[in-house]
T-cell receptor, first 109, second 117 residues
Framework: GQNIDQPTEMTATEGAIVQINCTYQ??????LFWYQQHAGEAPTFLSY??LDGLEEKGRFSSFLSRSKGYSYLLLKELQMKDSASYLC??????????WGAGTKLIIKP | GAVVSQHPSWVICKSGTSVKIECRSL??????MFWYRQFPKQSLMLMAT?????????EQGVEKDKFLINHASLTLSTLTVTSAHPEDSSFYIC?????????????FGDGTRLSIL
């Protein structure tokens, strides 16, 4: 079966750095996406990785290792507004998006 | 960037009512649109994939006669919840992508919060 694992919940301090991990087992791979979802709102697109390595976008970076079936989202200089759920999703060989259950990130002052 | 508009944002209605939700891609053509449902504190659940000009593909366990999907144009898909009951109360979210290729993200509408009394 297809499976995406990410931690259920993480806590971090304002101004710090946090890394949210995602491991996947899918039938084929056509890219990995990270989304942010604030409570009661729809998800918003953060990043896309299809080749191994690190993609940096401001305070957010996303890393991919296809051989390990592993990705992480790195958030730097955390702000209170970063409190949200972070969803990892993988496109399989049929270009269908497989979603992880999301990681709820709690930022404390 | 790509914008998806979803309407209405909130619906409160009596049991037995049918509710129509619209999803529009405002600045791009969406060959494929997706309909999700999300219960409180749970993950996104894909209900169906909507392809312009053809029948929607429903996920296992989703009743196609209960959740009617129409994707009549490249910029509009609608979801109708027929004869809604309290157990259908949920957050319904649509998304669209500009193409099926790997690097095209899904862009989400703001969601519709449906409450059936």
């Amino acid at each position: 079966g297809q499976n995406i694992d990410q931690p259920t919940e993480m806590t971090a301090t304002e101004g710090a750095i946090v890394q949210i991990n995602c491991t996947y087992q899918t039938s084929g791979f056509n890219g990995l996406f990270w989304y942010q979802q604030h409570a009661g709102e729809a998800p918003t697109f953060l990043s896309y990785n299809v080749l191994d390595g690190l993609e940096e976008k401001g305070r957010f970076s996303s890393f991919l290792s296809r051989s390990k079936g592993y990705s992480y989202l790195l958030l730097k200089e955390l702000q209170m507004k970063d409190s949200a759920s972070y969803l990892c999703a993988v496109k399989d060989s049929n270009y269908q998006l497989i979603w992880g259950a999301g990681t709820k990130l709690i930022i404390k002052p | 960037g790509a914008v998806v508009s979803q309407h209405p944002s909130w619906v409160i209605c009596k049991s037995g009512t049918s509710v129509k939700i619209e999803c529009r891609s405002l600045d791009f053509q969406a060959t494929t649109m997706f309909w999700y449902r999300q219960f409180p504190k749970q993950s996104l659940m894909l209900m169906a994939t909507s392809n312009e000009g053809s029948k929607a593909t429903y996920e296992q366990g989703v009743e196609k006669d209960k959740f009617l999907i129409n994707h009549a144009s490249l910029t509009l898909s609608t979801l109708t919840v027929t004869s809604a009951h309290p157990e259908d109360s949920s957050f319904y979210i649509c998304s669209a992508s500009e193409g099926a290729s790997g690097n095209q993200p899904q862009h989400f509408g703001d969601g519709t919060r449906l409450s059936i009394l």
